[in-house]
Structure formats: C-alpha cells, structure tokens
C-alpha cells in the first residue's frame, strides 16, 4: 500500500503538467498521501494485536503445552519480543515516511 502511494504521489506532478489541469494533479497528490496515511493507520491499529499474540496468548500458550524447557523460556519471550518490534518498526518508517513526503513539500 504504502508503495502505490509513493508512486501515485511521484507521478501527481507529471500528471498535472501533461493534462495542464492543476486540480488532476492535486488530487492525485491528495490520493497519494491518503494512502501513505492509511497505511500508517493500519500498521498503529495491528500494534496491539501484535502484542497480544506474542505474550498474551503464545507464551502462554507455550507453558500451557510445555513445549519449551525452563531454559528455553527467556529465548522464547525475546524471540517473541523481536517479533512484536518488527511491528514497532513498521508503523515508525510509516510515519518517517509520512514527514518525509511533508519536508519535500515544504521547499
């Protein structure tokens, strides 16, 4: 999602010079930060399900069945905790992305 936005906010200019109709190329502009914001959106709204998957329903879940040995468990929880802040990460470039695009504008 958030690389059609990139390309639909790259080609907003070319296409509002090549129909010399400003408010074609505006609106396409417009569409394409829309979709860098919903993407953002999503990956804020997963943030929370992400979490509670690795530690409120697997880890449990591990010690319910006893798949993991006593030593196995720390690995476990930090293997769990890497894979929620790939998450973390995601949503962060979202927005870094986002502020990007918002200093290109503001030159």
Avoid: C, Q
């Avoid at 070319?14 to 914001?37: D, K, M, Q």
């Avoid at 409120?56 to 030593?71: F, Q, T």
């Avoid at 293997?79 to 502020?99: D, G, K």
């Amino acid at each position: 999602m958030e690389r059609i936005g990139v390309g639909v906010l790259m080609i907003s200019p070319f296409l509002g010079i090549v129909t010399r109709v400003p408010a074609i190329g505006l609106l396409t502009f417009a569409g394409g930060f829309l979709t860098l914001g919903i993407s953002a959106l999503v990956h804020f709204v997963t943030l929370p399900t992400e979490f509670d998957a690795s530690f409120s329903r697997a880890l449990p879940m591990l010690d319910k069945h006893r798949v993991l040995k006593d030593v196995d468990r720390p690995h476990a929880r930090r293997l769990l905790t890497a894979a929620a802040l790939t998450y973390v990460s995601a949503s962060l470039m979202s927005l870094l992305n986002i502020a990007r695009w918002l200093a290109i504008l503001r030159r």
